[in-house]
């Protein structure tokens, strides 16, 4: 990850965008200290799946779907409401 600032990010537009196409974020820092990131599409869409699907495709939970599931039940039994389900399974 790289860090530019706003100014010199301007002049140098094109190679933020291929090194964040490459799967590398940059940050963009402005005078008054707020920043930005610059992602790729695939990567702010694989974002958008929510925390569970960020979990599964980075490998945190291991292979397939079953191996986070088991994880949350597990949570699930040994903390509190926080992590219950907000409607029981199979309910749409």
């Given at each position: ?40 599409r695939d990567s702010y869409e694989r974002m958008q799946g929510g925390l569970k699907t960020f979990l599964l495709d980075d490998g ?33």
């Open positions: 990850m790289r860090s530019w600032q706003s100014s010199v990010a301007r002049a140098r537009l094109s190679r933020i965008i291929d090194e964040a196409v490459a799967g590398k974020p940059q940050f963009i820092q402005r005078r008054d200290g707020k920043e930005v990131v610059v992602v790729s945190y939970a291991g292979p397939g779907e079953a191996a986070f599931d088991a994880i949350m039940v597990d949570i699930r039994a040994t903390t509190d409401a926080a992590f219950l389900p907000r409607r029981p399974p199979n309910e749409s």
